[in-house]
């Protein structure tokens, strides 16, 4: 009895050795690369294991009949594949897993281009240090000088990017143009943005090399995004020692609206800060804005911007023709602005953008009884598409039209001279972006544009492309064409002109990792059809044509590293730039005016707990840049001095909704001066008298109070100034 019990179990027991299955394998990357510790299984039982160093598996089951082996591995698809188990060994040699698409983890184009946003994935400033570089005072474009590629060019204050002057410089608002985005001044004055940098949650700043969603712009785009809908009613005080300003918001389920007025006047500070500008009236300014935001079924949203501003100045000049002799410079600038945009899912895989701006512009100019009246009035409109026909495959088609109307008033004891001019231009984009991999992406775009003031076409083509080596690096190139009318001086006096033109070649390497960030790239620019002109005896265009060219070329720096000081983070910023040109009225082909060879930013922040305070401290320093003596044999011979600057902010949290806060520029009082300007004659010997051009005054200083009123007695005005 016993000896039967033992064989009927020897009997079970080799009867489920002979049903026991070997399943074997190796499991790759599509490169032929081991994929170790992926996880085998058979879907819907507890048979499993994984693979090993060489990616090698074995799978051993007492299941039979039809089962389904499943292979996983994080960043890749799951491999799922019908086999039979019947006792007998199955060998599945090469198995290669195809790689999963990620859009947070994928490669992105950085060629050219910095980011600032809370959900990029590649930020290289966010939305804060817009607005908080020392030295920009809550200027946008003071900020952007802080980053490699631009040049600061302290009597404009405008952007100068990769040896382009600055009407080569596009600023754009929820998609459309904003046609003057600087406030006016009198001559060798440095301007500020018109825009409040808190308004902005985001914006690209693309030194070259941009999609073809953009035009009208030789050398670089500023795209700023607005705010989204506010969370809650807040009241904004703000008390500066060179004005005031009032704001708030309210909002509902579905709809905010904010508005604010704002007025400056900076006669206190320019009677207690000596001045090398003399002045008559000193600057004041009174604006007003107000902005709505309105949900639109479950993905839709309409933004509204409208804004109003108006500003005067006198400055006395010395008339250099005339030695001894002074007369006032009076400006009046009238400024509106009108932005609005829609955007929302069509279906899940496809979105409509639908953008419109409105700009007028008034400059009323008077040099002692001599009047003169600039007035620009522009619009642009936007329809564009974005489809994403899988992950891999994208694309982004629309279409725009421009409208801008130019004019000069001159008027004299018994007539009024008038000359103006009109242009509409139409233009269609196409781009597609296309993922190989996730590390791999290309990007094709053409832009076609048609002036109908010039009679002439224009087709752009631009490609791209980025590889991503490892989660921290990689590289990304670029080449594209790129068009933009001549200015508007010009086309007031000549419609026979052409397209200027631009081609770049630009490549980037760029890693990230650790809250660190390494950035470098090298570009090429090519100008071609850039505008020349001569002048007359009688100071009148004698010719205008398009028969200029010129290049540029240099190298980009970037570290920023948020790691390695607690509470602190520090980044540089470098770069060098050769730009050659023969345009305007230049006599032959020569070294840019408007670029310094060598620009180095260093930029630290720290945040002190205890003190409850911030400190920014940013010191910059450029190599001189060359101007024109029209005593010296050679053109643009001489040098202006090296430009040097420490600036200082600090941020006191007085109460959880009251902000302390005081910025100075210029802090050492290192000696700045941007030339000389020079007599349009010269005297009895020759000679043509000069005067040096320079900052309105050595050292400039805010102080400010913020105060901000909501139910949320956390919330406050830091992240607007620090």
Known sequence: MKQSILYTLLLLISGNLLAQTSITGTVRDGKGEALTGANIYLEGTYDGTSSNLKGAFLLESSESGEQTLCIEFIGFKKFSKEIKLDGSSIELAIIELQEEFNELTAVSITAGTFEAGDKKKSIVLSSIDMVTTDGSSGDVYGALQALPGTTTVGESGKLFVKGGDSRESKTYIDGTLVYVPYSSSSPNTSVRGRFSPFMFSGMMFSTGAYSAEYGQALSSVLSLKTNAMPVQDQLNISLLSVGAELGGTKTWDNSSITASISYNNLTPYMKLVPQYTQWEREPESLAGDMSFRLKTGKSGMLKFYGSINRSSLTTIEQSLNQPGRTFNYKLVNDNQFINASWIGEIREDLILTTAFSFTNNQDRISIDSIKLNESLRGTHSKVSLKHRISDRVRLLTGTEWYARTYGQELPHAEFLEHNSYTNHTLTGFLEAELYASSRFITR????????????????????????????????????????????????????????ERADHYTFNYMMTGNKRMLRTEVYFKQYRNLVKYGISDDQNYSYINNQGDGYAYGLDFFWRDRKSIKNGEYWISYSYIESIRDYLDYPYETVHNYTSKHNLTLVYKHWFDRLRSRIDVNYSVASPRYYNNPNNNTFNGEKTMAYKSLNVNWSYLLKQHVIIYATISNLLGSEQQYGNKYASIPDEEGFYRSAPIMPGAKRWFLIGCFITLSKNKEINQLDKIN
């Not at 009679?455 to 083509?461: F, I, M, T, V």
């Open 444 to 499: 094709l775009g053409a832009r076609l544009e048609y002036s109908e003031y010039l009679n002439k076409a224009n087709l752009a083509p631009r490609i791209s492309t980025a590889y991503k080596f490892n989660d921290k690096s990689q590289i990304s190139l670029a080449y594209g064409w790129f068009f933009q009318d001549p200015d508007n001086e010009f086309l007031l006096h000549s419609s026979n002109l052409d397209y």
